[in-house]
């Protein structure tokens, strides 16, 4: 059992007497709680040479599990390796100022969909611009909500191809820094999103509650977005990669990263309903250090990142969207003559991916480790 299927088992039903919930919440619970136990359902399989049974739980394959990314992750950085080109890429991170957490957070459909959208149009229109390339290139967004305490913190990762394709089809490359002002960019970002957030309060597609409902007042909302508007809007660029796909084996750390794993977990104190997470303090030199919570706030901590139910996570933009990926994706991968790269799983069923991972083969019997275990009967109920 992991420690944070021990907090959600031994302390939810505390939680619910405290605080209300939405039942996508109440599921990732739930799923947690019951991941790789019997109310999950179960595997049986049986030894073909000794005939020795073994019983294997299934996970709740939730996104929002700690226990069950480590299997998906690496298979979508083998699929997305041979999207990769032979050109530089950057890790583009855009966030949000304070004064629109909460309006974000009770409209969290609308307001992160238009999140991705206000950092697809700004990027895609500055690439466009001679100035800056002149050409279409090609990214991927990834939301996240939290920051290192676990407090929210909406933001998107972006990868970026610093490179693209001319409208008369040829390669155009960058240098080896990043083709756009951090401040035109940020400008930019911030014009997109509160235009559009702007068209959403006139049409009345935002949610004001609790001590946001003032907002809904027209001049109250005025000076929201004027207070938006004075502020400068921190984005920033990350590193280069060492090699093409040094870049998705990077990226596979926040694409499927969820709010806090198992491993950041210090210590879970009994006697005093406390939970110890480790941090980084980025103000100070990514400093490790201790914070300790008590257990219903580690709780609400963590429930406030569940994301809607649906909701597309990672998406694919320029010439890396999908409709792009058999055409202009292939003719870029040309002209930069990049290497194609091998599946490493295509066609694997997930016994053997894992055992692929580890280093070991999972099937062969722990009793006479000569035989191999053989699904007999499955129970999914």
């Known amino acids: 059992m992991s420690a944070i299927q021990d907090i959600f088992k031994g302390y939810f039903m505390e939680y619910v007497d405290t605080y209300q919930f939405t039942y996508q919440q109440s599921k990732v619970v739930e799923n947690i709680i019951y991941c790789k136990t019997k109310e999950m359902g179960q595997s049986t399989y049986a030894c073909e040479t000794c005939e020795d049974t073994a019983v294997s739980y299934h996970s709740c394959r939730n996104r929002h599990c700690p226990t069950c990314q480590g299997v998906t992750k690496e298979v979508w950085i083998d699929k997305r390796n041979k999207d990769v080109l032979n050109a530089p890429y ?23 969909d238009l999140m991705y959208k206000a950092v697809a149009e700004t990027l895609t229109e500055l690439a466009a611009d001679k100035k800056y390339l002149g050409a279409q290139i090609g990214f991927f967004s990834v939301l996240h909500t939290w920051g290192q305490n676990l407090f929210y913190h909406p933001h998107i990762h972006t990868v970026v191809l610093a490179g693209g394709l001319t409208k008369d089809n040829k390669w155009r490359k960058t240098s080896n820094k990043f083709f756009i002002p951090v401040k035109v960019l940020s400008k930019k970002f911030r014009g997109k999103y509160m235009h559009y957030l702007k068209e959403y309060f006139k049409k009345g597609k935002l949610k004001f509650l609790n001590d946001m409902e003032k907002n809904e007042d027209p001049k109250l909302f005025q000076k929201l977005v004027n207070d938006c ?45 406390t939970v110890s997470i ?21 709780i609400r901590r963590f429930l406030m990142h569940v994301l809607p139910k649906g909701f597309v996570k ?61 699904l007999v009967e499955e129970d999914t109920s």
Not at 241 to 250: E, H, N, R, S
Not at 335 to 355: A, D, N, V
């Open 90 to 112: 950057f890790h583009v991170v855009f966030t949000m100022p304070k004064q629109l957490h909460r309006l974000i957070y009770h409209n969290q459909k609308v307001l992160y």
């Open 229 to 273: 508007y004075n502020l400068d809007w921190y984005s920033y660029t990350k590193k280069t990669f060492k090699g093409p796909l040094a870049v998705m084996k990077y990226l596979g750390r926040y694409t499927h990263r969820i709010a806090i794993s198992n491993q950041r977990i210090q210590s879970i104190d009994l006697e005093n309903d």
């Open 278 to 298: 480790g941090v980084k303090d980025y103000k100070n030199n990514n400093q490790k250090k201790i914070v300790t919570l008590e257990t219903i706030e580690f």
């Open 314 to 374: 990672i998406r694919h933009y320029g010439i890396l969207a999908n409709r792009n990926r058999n055409t202009k994706l292939q003719l870029c991968r040309k002209l930069t003559r990049s290497p194609l790269y091998k599946s490493k799983f295509e066609g694997l069923t997930k016994t053997e991916i894992i055992s692929l991972l580890i280093g070991k083969d999972v099937t062969k019997c722990p009793s006479c480790k000569k035989g191999h275990l053989k």
